[in-house]
């Protein structure tokens, strides 16, 4: 049986549900949300999803061959990062966030595994709004957890080069999503 409890942790409550609803309306409406591009097979498409990208001054990250530049970090976006920080036990210098704007937006199987992020740092994954479902691949098996309003989940060091991860679409009615995947970007 493939040890997905080695590489991830799950805590469904680390943010109570009235403070997670007003950090889920701060971001919603403070993020300068986009739609990049993403290359697939040669081909462009628009991500199914929003996204938005912080970090340290001076850090470049490329993924799905496009090239980001960050924004800088916001006050809620350093509490949320300090209270992420005080349970992975390590410092992060950046944050991808997504917003899931109804079931049909989605994130397609993929490992977080580009060169520029540090392999031995974790990844710890911030969700607010409504319950979506986080698909995992290991070894050919699967699992899922669903991942509530203010629960973290810490991808562990080394993850990203054993598994997959996905969020699927969903033809059930869902609300918006948003979710913050705080990251260690290597220096260039
Ligand atoms: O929305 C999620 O829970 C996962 C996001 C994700 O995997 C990513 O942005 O790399
Ligand atoms: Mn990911």
Not at 46 to 57: E, H, K, Q
């Amino acid at each position: 049986m493939a040890d997905f409890s080695k590489w991830i942790h799950y805590q469904p409550q680390v943010w109570q549900p009235s403070e997670a609803d007003q950090l889920f309306a701060l971001l919603q409406d403070e993020t300068p949300w986009q739609q990049p591009d993403i290359k697939v097979f040669g081909k462009t498409y628009p991500v199914p999803r929003l996204t938005a990208w912080y970090a340290d001054a001076g850090l470049q990250y490329e993924y799905s061959g496009i090239a980001h530049q960050p924004l800088a970090w916001t006050p809620a976006l350093q509490a949320i990062k300090a209270r992420v920080e005080g349970q992975v036990g390590c410092g992060f210098n950046s944050v991808l966030l997504n917003l899931y704007r109804d079931g049909r937006d989605s994130n397609g199987w993929h490992a977080d595994n580009e060169p520029e992020l540090d392999s031995t740092c974790p990844i710890a994954s911030v969700s607010l709004g409504a319950t979506r479902r986080f698909r995992m691949r290991l070894a050919g098996e699967t699992e899922h957890v669903d991942l509530a309003h203010g629960s973290l989940l810490v991808m562990q060091a080394g993850a990203q080069q054993q598994m997959q991860h996905c969020v699927p679409k969903t033809a059930r009615p869902v609300g918006p999503r948003i979710n913050l995947t705080f990251r260690v970007v290597h220096r260039q």
